[in-house]
């Protein structure tokens, strides 16, 4: 099973920018479906944004054309780029890997307000 580590959330303006970096060990990362999802307060966890080993992508349509997801299996991470963030991105945004069995980061929390 992979072990997931998040880090980088923070607090950040409407509109500003923060990216999000995971990292995996304890398996074979490359053989994992990684996506970031996030769950605001009262509402269930959904899929932001998941990439495959071979790069494909898939986003929330409410992310599109803001934030981008990332792989490099060579080091093990994922990350999630935001941008033009308003404050409906505010959650705690979790890592998970899914292959023969599914692991979640701890989750990081991200705050849009001014």
């Known amino acids: 099973q992979v072990q997931l580590v998040e880090s980088g959330g923070g607090l950040v303006q409407p509109g500003g920018s923060l990216s999000l970096s995971c990292a995996a060990s304890?398996?074979?990362?490359?053989?994992?479906?990684m996506g970031w999802y996030r769950q605001a307060p009262g509402k269930q966890r959904e899929l932001v944004a998941g990439?495959?080993?071979?790069?494909?992508?898939t986003y929330a349509d409410s992310v599109k054309g803001r934030f981008t997801i990332f792989r490099d299996n060579a080091k093990g991470t994922v990350l999630l780029q935001m941008s033009s963030l308003k404050p409906e991105d505010t959650a705690v945004y979790y890592c998970?890997?899914?292959?023969?069995?599914?692991?979640w980061g701890q989750g990081t929390q991200v705050t849009v307000s001014s």
């Open positions: 998970n890997a899914r292959g023969a069995t599914t692991s």
């Open positions: 304890g398996s074979i990362f490359m053989l994992y479906y």
């Open positions: 990439i495959s080993n071979g790069g494909r992508t």
